[in-house]
Nanobody, 136 residues
Framework: QVQLVESGGGPVQAGGSLRLSCSAF???????????MGWFRQAPGKEREGVAA???????TYVDSVKGRFTVSKDNAKNTLYLQMNSLQPEDTAMYYC???????????????????????????WGQGTQVTVAS
């Protein structure tokens, strides 16, 4: 059974940095082969939003609010996804989730999306989340 485990969250002052990690377990292949791996966040009372994602070719995508501050990367050998977050602001406070999109829905191949943060793209596997709290 596949499992995604996030770590690295915590409290931080505005302007500070954190690096989130997401370790992938149980896959029979390297995360290199996973179509999309992404970071999502959900603040209390708000809908979940895609923050950053990276596809199997290493192409990265970011939501506008984090561009220039956050960097998504992955270490295929370690089967780990990262999110480097700099210049954190109180509005970044949320539960952050790691997710893997294997390019399948109900066992059928749906292919590679134009962007791994496309709203209609379905991610198959989700972690339990790690809390990030930014104090002003």
């Amino acid at each position: 059974q596949v499992q995604l485990v996030e770590s690295g969250g915590g409290p931080v002052q505005a302007g500070g940095s954190l690096r989130l990690s997401c370790s992938a377990f149980g896959y029979t292949y390297s995360i290199y082969n996973i179509v999309c791996m992404g970071w999502f966040r959900q603040a209390p009372g708000k809908e979940r939003e895609g923050v950053a994602a990276i596809d199997s070719d290493g192409v990265t995508t970011y939501v506008d609010s984090v561009k220039g501050r956050f960097t998504v990367s992955k270490d295929n050998a370690k089967n780990t996804l990262y999110l480097q977050m700099n210049s954190l602001q109180p509005e970044d406070t949320a539960m952050y989730y790691c997710a893997a999109g294997r390019g399948t829905v109900g066992g059928s191949w749906i292919g590679v999306p134009p962007s791994c943060l496309d709203l209609g793209y379905e991610y198959n596997d989700w972690g339990q989340g790690t809390q990030v709290t930014v104090a002003s």
